[in-house]
Structures are given as structure tokens and as C-alpha cells.
């Protein structure tokens, strides 16, 4: 579904403008809207920013194991 979105997970943490752009990438391709209407921003901002605060709590809470385990 989201094909465009890039990982995020690698030996060195995302930043948070590249965790921001991907969440609002999924909001998008999921509302079907790429820039959403006057009456809709603010749910669409807030989704934005719950993904984003999301994202950031699986890449910080994930163990990265070493390719030799």
C-alpha cells in the first residue's frame, strides 16, 4: 500500500524531519488526500504528529541485532 514510504530502520536513528515526512506520507496515502481541506487540517496535522510520535517509540523501543546472531 505505501510503497513510497522509506525504513526508517538502520545503524543510525532517523531524524525527525525524515520521521515526519514518512508519517505524513502514510496519511496521505491513506485519507487519499495530499493536502487536506480547511475543515479537515487540524485532524489531518494531528494524525500527522500521532504517527510521528508513534514511529519514533518502535524505532527507539527496537533491538537491532548484530547479522551474526
Known sequence: MCRNIKSLRSSTPPTDEEVALAALQYVRKVSGYRTPSR????????????????THRLIDGLSIASSGS
Open 39 to 54: 475543515v479537515n487540517k487540524d485532524v489531518f496535522d494531528a494524525a500527522v504528529a500521532e504517527i510521528a510520535d508513534s
